[in-house]
């Protein structure tokens, strides 16, 4: 591929309001997800031929060279997380799954939805600094919630993203200030079950999921 593009965003800069106000949306899609798209582009300029799919680079860093596999990581990982980040938010939000097998699965794992997303909601608020709140699952279909620093992605660790909620400060700061946890209760109210659910059945019928990658470029 020549180069990495910014995805267009599924909605307007202030479709999810009140819960995302439309100017964190501009600065953080603008601004910060732009930023690790060119600097990623930057990274590989002089490396056409380690240029691929953003999942096909991060399950791949070992084989960059040495000099540029750090911000090739940073900012690879930064532009595929905002990627799915933006994917999984919508104006019209479920406020939990509604049947099928993603959701009979995620009650097998947890127990049952309020007792995942008490667990989520606590990872997350605890989380230190910079970072991402996964729901992954393995490819023996065993999901997982777990964290990340800065913009690691559970691909790295042969993992498949069906969840995420950003949690570093660009991602809140001017409408909650340092109340993460009002975030946090605001992100239940937008997330795109319809689309987790779906990453899931692909995940079950391909062993892979590429939906936001096609975006992603």
Do not use: C
Request: net charge negative; proline share 5%.
């Amino acid at each position: 591929m020549d180069h990495y593009v910014l995805p267009k965003l599924p909605y307007e800069y202030d479709a999810l309001e009140p819960y995302i106000d439309k100017a964190t949306m501009k600065v953080h899609y603008e601004g910060h997800h732009k930023t690790y798209v060119e600097k990623l582009n930057s990274a590989l300029k002089d490396y056409p031929d380690f240029r691929k799919h953003v999942e096909e680079l991060l399950a791949s860093l070992n084989v960059l060279p040495e000099e540029v596999r750090e911000a090739v990581a940073t900012n690879a990982g930064g532009h595929a997380n905002h990627s799915l980040f933006w994917s999984l938010l919508t104006p019209n939000g479920e406020r939990r799954p509604v049947g099928g097998e993603f959701s009979s699965n995620l009650d097998n794992t947890f127990g049952n939805f309020d007792a995942f997303k008490q667990k989520f909601t606590k990872m997350a608020v605890e989380h230190f600094s910079n970072g991402w709140i996964w729901l992954a699952v393995d490819n023996h279909g065993k999901m997982e919630l777990f964290s990340t620093k800065d913009h690691e992605s559970p691909i790295t660790r042969g993992m498949i993203p069906l969840l995420v909620l950003d949690v570093w400060e660009h991602a809140y700061y001017l409408k909650h200030q340092n109340r993460r946890p009002e975030y946090i209760h605001a992100f239940w109210n937008i997330v795109n079950w319809t689309e987790v659910s779906a990453r899931w059945d692909e995940f079950k019928k391909t062993g892979v999921t590429n939906r936001e990658w096609r975006r992603a470029g």
